[in-house]
Structure formats: C-alpha cells, structure tokens
C-alpha cells in the first residue's frame, strides 16, 4: 500500500516510515525538504498520486496559542483537500492524550487538528499518545547549567511503539477516536528530566516550575494521563535512558 507521512523527516515520522518499510508498505515523505509544504499547500496535490492512506505526525515546536493553531489549522486543511481530490481511503492522525483537559497554548492547535479531521470528507482515525520518552531531551541544551521544567505527571511511551501502533491503525479499517496510547507507568517530569541529566553526565540543576492558572493544575494532577484503558507500551522510561546511554534511537 502506498501510504503517504505528513511530516516524515521528523521524530516520529521517520519512525513511522521505517514501520511502513518494514511491514511491506511504500511510503511517501511529505516535507519541505521533499518538495511538499503543507502550510502553503505547495506540492501537496501531486504528491497524493496514487495515495491509498496517510498518516499525519505533522509538528510545529510552539508555546503559543495563535502560532499552534495556524499551523495545524493550514496543515490540515491542504493535507485533507488533497486527501479527498485523490478518492484516500483512511486518514490517520496522531494526537495527544489530555488536550482536551490541559488547555496549553500548543494543545488548543491539536485540538482544531481533530475537528479538521473529524469534519473532513476522509474516513478518519485518530490515536492520542502520551509524551515520548525523547520528550524530556528538549530540556537539557547544550551548555546550559540551570533548565526549569513543568512539574507534570505523564505516562511516557516509546516513539517506535507509538509508529508501530500507527502503521497497525492505517492498515485497518477506520475507527474514529481510537484507544488512547499510553506507556507502561506514570513519571513526574522533573524527576525524569534529572535521570537523564545524571545518565548523561550533566552537570545541570533541574529546577522545578509551576506553571500558572488551571492548564498547571491539571497538567501537574495528571490531566495528561490516559483516561481509559487502552493499550500500553512495553518500554519504560528506565529501559529507554539505558538505551540511549548506548547509542541507539
């Protein structure tokens, strides 16, 4: 099957192609980088040829409100015109366990990305995830002795598990809103930030921060965590720092 990735060249999308690869699918890898600009509509069409499905994992790394939904808002209405021009079969969409319930400024662009989709003329299934386990990366940058994180509690889940699950979704029928994706147990977010620092070897001091209003709250009393049962990853936080710490992605 010919199954296009709407952001292949990221994190999770290049997970998703090896996936694909893997399970006998042709993938095709919408990005700038390959011709296709999903904010302009640039190449989006042509790129649709002979397209039966699509998984969407698209990203845009922003705090802000407006910038989040553009983004999505844009991304989505190309990519699902396109979709219907080319008579595709299943739309799949990776979403985020909680943004209904942590009103952050980035969950309110995930948020009008499902109403998209849900509105759309596309069969449709999306699978909200938790945080990956790379998500804890982003607060150790280079050279920098102090990082504030967000005192959260998740359910960290593997990348590659969470590709794994999609390629699964794509090859099915459509489901709607599928199960939520979770991994295997809670973490406190300052805690696992640490662990990795240690791992590491950084000398860092990992400060935690209270973000304010009633999107902290929640995100600090588990507004991120999976609501209902549904299918948990196998690889913990624990497991993926070993891993790391051996080279491996």
Request: charged letters at 20%.
């Amino acid at each position: 099957m010919r199954v296009a990735v709407a952001g292949g060249t990221g994190l999770t999308g290049r997970h998703v192609v090896t996936a694909l690869t893997a399970a006998g699918h042709q993938p095709v890898v919408l990005a700038r980088s390959r011709g296709v600009d999903l904010v302009t509509g640039v190449g989006v069409t042509k790129a649709m040829d002979g397209v039966e499905a699509v998984i969407d994992v698209t990203n845009r790394l922003t705090a802000r409100r407006a910038s989040s939904i553009a983004f999505f808002e844009a991304a989505g209405r190309h990519l699902l015109a396109a979709e219907e021009q080319a008579g595709v079969r299943h739309h799949v969409a990776l979403s985020i366990v909680g943004i209904d319930r942590v009103d952050l400024g980035y969950y309110a662009g995930k948020r009008r990305q499902e109403e998209l989709v849900r509105a759309g003329g596309v069969p449709w299934t999306v699978l909200r995830a938790t945080q990956f386990h790379e998500f804890t990366e982003q607060f150790l940058r280079p050279g920098l002795p102090v990082t504030m994180v967000p005192r959260m509690l998740s359910q960290p889940v593997a990348v590659r598990e969470v590709a794994d699950a999609l390629v699964a979704l794509v090859e099915g029928p459509p489901q709607a809103m599928a199960p939520e994706l979770a991994g295997p147990g809670p973490e406190q977010m300052v805690d696992a930030v640490r662990r990795l620092a240690r791992a590491r070897g950084r000398r860092c001091r990992v400060l935690p921060l209270t973000m304010p209003g009633a999107a902290g709250r929640a995100a600090a009393g588990g507004g991120l965590l999976p609501a209902e049962p549904g299918p948990r990853g196998a690889q913990t936080f624990e497991q993926w720092l070993t891993e790391r710490a051996g080279g491996r992605s």
